[in-house]
Every structure is written in C-alpha cells, then in structure tokens.
C-alpha cells in the first residue's frame, strides 16, 4: 500500500480571467487594510504566491490600485439608480426611500468605506466616480426637490449650489455612518435603514423651505466641478 500521507496537493490551476479577478479582490481587501502604501510583496505573501506572479498580471503597483479604484467605484455602480430616483409611477418620497437604501447596502462594506478615505488621503483623482454622483444621483434629486417644492424646473431656472449639496446630505449622512462602523469601529450602531428615513423626511419638510427662499440666490451650480 502506498503511503500518500507526505503527497503534495496539486496545485489549481486557474485561467487568466480568474487569477486576475482573485488578485484583484485580494488586493481590495488588503489595501483596505492597511492603505494604499501596502506594498506588494506583503500583499503577494497574504496570498500565499510570489511577487513577480501579480506583475505577470499589472504592469506595476499603479496599475493594480487603479483597477482596486474602479472595480470598488465604478464596475459596482447600479444603472438602475438613476431609474429610482425618477421614476414617475412613485412620488419623491418613495424615490428618495428606495435609492438611499439600495445604495446604502453598496456602499456601507468595510473594504468600500475605508477605500474611500484611503483614495482621497492619497490624492488619487476620484472625480470618475465624483461625476457619476453628481450627474446620476445628486442633480435628478435636486430635479425631484425643485418639483417636491413648487419652484421653476432647472430648464427655466439653473441649478444653484446649496440646492445640489441639500441632495447630497442623505448620502453623506450614509457615509458617515460607515466611517463610525468601519473607521471608528464604534460598537451597536443602530440600523441605518431608521436614520435613511427620518432623514428623507426632514430632507423633504426643509426643501419645502429652502428651495422656495433661496431660489435665484448663492452661486450657479457648475457641472465641472470637483465635488
């Protein structure tokens, strides 16, 4: 009888797409860890494979990290938001609700909340997934408060910024609660969904207000920029 106690495991061998995909998910979680100065050949070590092996896959370090920065932020972005935020057959309210919950579940993962603060420290140019924010959430919401208000649509009257920054303060809202889970690791948080909603309500009332009194007022909302 041959004794196979001391055989070695075959190795899997895996095709192309799929080490590429695992090295990439390795590196999300690895950098998320311990920020984008991480270097490779720890990173390699936590995978249990040789350095060279991931430069086999990316020209260098920067290659790697940009591909972290646009499977976290953009492969990952829903194309249906934009549909939940205007669908006419459901009133503001129900939009606002359904959005923010869905993207509340995106975004509020450990390795998304701490790449994100990691990114911005670093310098890295974040303003692919900035734009998407803005053309695709931020402004349709805006759209949704000008109407929610009675005051002129935005093809009578241009967006203002105070009115884009009121339809960003749900999301931010979102994201600082990720900060205190995944950051602060701040024990029994409530649920989020709670918070989502009492804040859509006094989103609502306050719009009701304030796009009505400073209609016209503060700066033009400009589409370029950073934020």
Same mark, same amino acid.
């Given at each position: 009888?041959?004794?196979?106690?001391?055989?070695?495991?075959?190795?899997?061998? /895996?095709? &192309?797409?799929?080490?590429?995909?695992?090295?990439? *998910?390795? $590196?999300?979680?690895?950098?998320?860890?311990?920020?984008? +100065?991480?270097?490779? =050949?720890?990173?390699?070590?936590?995978?249990?494979?040789?350095?060279? /092996?991931?430069?086999?896959?990316?020209?260098?370090? !920067?290659?790697?990290?940009?591909?972290?920065?646009?499977? =976290?932020?953009? +492969?990952?972005?829903?194309?249906?938001?934009?549909?939940?935020? =205007?669908?006419?057959?459901?009133? @503001?309210?129900?939009?606002? @609700? =359904?959005?923010?919950?869905?993207? *509340?579940?995106?975004?509020?993962?450990?390795?998304?909340?701490? /790449?994100? %603060?990691?990114?911005? %420290? +670093?310098?890295?140019?974040?303003?692919?997934?900035? &734009?998407?924010?803005?053309?695709?959430?931020?402004?349709?919401?805006?759209?949704?408060?000008?109407?929610?208000?009675?005051?002129?649509?935005?093809? *009578? $009257?241009? /967006?203002? !910024?105070?009115?884009?920054?009121? $339809?960003?303060?749900?999301?931010?809202?979102?994201? #600082?609660?990720?900060?205190?889970?995944?950051?602060?690791? %701040?024990?029994?948080?409530?649920?989020?969904?709670?918070?989502?909603?009492?804040?859509? *309500?006094? @989103?609502?009332?306050?719009?009701?207000?304030?796009?009505?009194?400073?209609?016209?007022?503060?700066?033009? #909302?400009?589409?370029?920029?950073?934020?």
């Amino acid at each position: 009888m041959v004794d196979r106690s001391n055989a070695r495991t075959p190795r899997i061998r /895996l095709k &192309r797409e799929e080490r590429e995909r695992l090295i990439v *998910s390795q $590196a999300i979680a690895f950098f998320s860890e311990v920020g984008l +100065s991480g270097d490779t =050949t720890a990173l390699a070590a936590s995978m249990g494979v040789a350095q060279p /092996l991931i430069y086999r896959y990316f020209e260098n370090k !920067e290659a790697l990290i940009a591909r972290v920065f646009e499977e =976290t932020f953009l +492969s990952n972005w829903n194309p249906l938001w934009e549909e939940m935020l =205007t669908d006419p057959a459901k009133d @503001l309210r129900q939009r606002l @609700l =359904t959005f923010h919950n869905d993207f *509340s579940r995106v975004q509020l993962t450990r390795e998304r909340v701490r /790449l994100s %603060l990691f990114f911005a %420290l +670093s310098g890295w140019d974040m303003q692919p997934y900035f &734009r998407l924010m803005r053309n695709q959430v931020y402004v349709p919401i805006a759209e949704g408060l000008r109407a929610h208000a009675g005051a002129p649509s935005i093809k *009578s $009257a241009p /967006l203002r !910024e105070f009115e884009v920054d009121l $339809a960003k303060s749900i999301v931010e809202k979102i994201q #600082y609660y990720g900060i205190r889970k995944w950051v602060y690791a %701040l024990p029994d948080l409530p649920p989020i969904e709670p918070l989502i909603e009492i804040s859509v *309500s006094a @989103l609502l009332d306050g719009a009701q207000v304030a796009v009505k009194s400073f209609q016209g007022k503060g700066r033009l #909302y400009r589409h370029d920029r950073k934020q």
